[in-house]
């Protein structure tokens, strides 16, 4: 921790702290220089040695240096780590790459996107347009694995309303549960939805975000040899959309609800199981397999023509996996009802 704060003199304090925090250098009428943005990548690496001197144990000699660091921290960082004394030093330094992001964020207006986050990105800001336009006041989240999703509507698209999460996993749902706990607007069941009520065999795989109702494909296997190794199978409940929505909107009269499903080969049938029901959501989210990684499962266009048929028009592609340049083995399409009010006229060619 010595070697942390040995060369950083007055000059650099001076410069960099009172340019940056002091928003000196932050014009709102044009684009950060080449040089502000070196000021910003000092200041991070300077707001990661803070995090850390922080929590230090230090000799005698460096309280001063840690009460200035816990300023800064209450007074720049508000983001519940550091000084404000709800953190942790495992937790303070897992976080201080995320938090000098946001701070540097913060001083100049702009986003810092980590190497191939560019698609995760690109979805919440669309996201958070299409709920604002379309007043989304409704969620349903079918296929929550551990809450993924939701947490990033609530964290990174702003979204406070209701939320209704299906899982079917008996561990995972009881995962979800817990995180609900401090969120009055989430909405746990633990169900597989599809086109039928009753039970069913779920495969549970190595990797648990492949669980599916469906067995993989040879392509699915060949692709992923050890991702795809069967663990066990549960019974679970299944239920269809028709039912979920009646017995929410009748709880909370929602009136522009968002589907979104995630369920491994299983989202046309999910939305086949709504019936005519599927119509009156303003917006839905699905994932698309251009390799058909499950027996069974319908191919992209096939989704795609369904969901056309019922008056959804495309909004968004959304690439949702990486590390297979350059084949695309899956991607999302974000789409809203054409009937819906909010909706543009429709386009002419």
């Not at 932050?26 to 690496?45: G, I, N, S, W």
Request: glycine content about 8%.
């Amino acid at each position: 921790m010595n070697s942390a704060w040995h060369g950083l003199d007055r000059c650099l304090l001076d410069n960099y702290f009172t340019v940056l925090i002091g928003r000196g250098s932050a014009r709102p009428d044009r684009a950060p220089d080449f040089d502000e943005f070196k000021r910003a990548e000092c200041c991070a690496m300077m707001l990661d040695a803070l995090l850390a001197l922080e929590y230090a144990d230090l000799p005698g000699r460096w309280p001063p240096l840690q009460g200035f660091a816990a300023k800064l921290l209450c007074r720049y960082v508000p983001v519940g780590l550091g000084a404000s004394g709800k953190g942790s030093p495992s937790r303070a330094r897992m976080g201080a790459r995320s938090i000098a992001r946001r701070f540097v964020e913060r001083v100049f207006g702009v986003q810092v996107i980590p190497y191939g986050q560019t698609a995760f990105v690109f979805e919440r800001e669309h996201l958070r347009r299409f709920f604002a336009h379309f007043e989304v006041d409704c969620v349903f989240d079918v296929g929550a694995n551990a809450g993924q999703y939701a947490q990033m509507l609530r964290e990174r698209v702003g979204y406070k309303g209701p939320i209704i999460s299906y899982e079917p996993i008996p561990e995972f749902a009881a995962l979800l549960r817990v995180a609900a706990r401090s969120d009055p607007a989430w909405f746990i069941e633990e169900l597989a939805l599809g086109d039928a009520e009753g039970t069913a065999s779920f495969n549970v795989y190595a990797q648990d975000q492949f669980s599916s109702l469906h067995a993989f494909s040879v392509a699915g296997t060949e692709q992923f040899p050890g991702e795809s190794q069967l663990e066990r199978r549960v019974e679970v409940r299944t239920a269809t959309l028709a039912g979920e929505i009646a017995k929410y909107r009748a709880r909370m009269g929602f009136h522009q609800a968002f589907l979104k499903m995630d369920t491994q080969g299983h989202d046309l049938a999910v939305a086949v199981g709504a019936g005519e029901e599927l119509k009156t959501f303003v917006g839905l989210q699905s994932e698309l397999a251009m390799v058909r990684l499950y027996a069974s499962s319908p191919t992209y266009r096939e989704v795609l023509d369904y969901y056309a048929s019922h008056g959804f028009t495309l909004s968004a592609f959304v690439p949702n996996n990486y590390g297979f340049f350059p084949r695309l083995l899956e991607m999302d399409c974000i789409m809203f009802r054409e009937s819906s009010p909010k909706s543009p006229r429709p386009a002419t060619v």
